[in-house]
């Protein structure tokens, strides 16, 4: 399959066709909360995120900025060519139960060392996630867990007949 033409960036955008294959690992000083059971369940201003070519953003927290008691039991996942071994955590906030919906790299390569038991968020399962005063919106396809706000431009890789791109 051909990659769909990039859709130029309006002032103050990024593409995500500028971002790097393999993925860069940034601090952000921007707030980011996740709400989910009517609750803040994580809320940072010292947070990560990676940006790799053709994704959103996935914004990550130091495990201290997540709530006591929102995580479940860690769960193997699977393994990300650039960041190692995964574990998936159900989520569970004010009564509901979002499984599989955060996850976390124990031990993951030395280029992302940083984020070692960070934990993100898939967006599409949370009532609403934050990046600063931008509401985010989930990836396309389900797989992939970046947030897509106002200032980045895509296509975004992991819809409908853009996983082989």
């Known amino acids: 399959m051909r990659r769909p033409d990039p859709i130029p960036p309006a002032p ?3 593409s995500v066709r500028d971002y790097p294959r393999p993925p860069r690992l940034e601090r952000v000083e921007r707030r980011l909360q996740v709400i989910f059971g009517c609750q803040v369940i994580a809320d940072s201003t010292s947070g990560w995120r990676v940006l790799e ?3 959103p953003p996935t914004y990550y927290f130091p495990r201290d900025a997540v709530a006591p008691g929102v995580l479940g039991v860690p769960q193997r996942a699977g393994i990300c ?19 599989g919906a955060a996850w976390a790299y124990p031990d ?3 280029g992302f060392r940083d984020i070692a038991g960070a934990v993100a968020f898939y967006a599409g399962p949370m009532e609403a996630c934050w990046v600063g005063e931008m509401r985010a919106e989930p990836q396309p396809g389900g797989f992939y867990g970046g947030w897509i706000t106002p200032d980045v431009a895509g296509p975004f890789k992991g819809g409908p007949g853009m996983m082989g791109w």
């Open 53 to 55: 070519t053709s994704h």
């Open 12 to 14: 103050g955008q990024e």
């Open 108 to 110: 993951p390569t030395t």
């Open 81 to 99: 060519e650039w960041k190692g071994r995964a574990v998936l955590f159900d989520v569970t906030a004010g009564g509901q139960t979002a499984a």
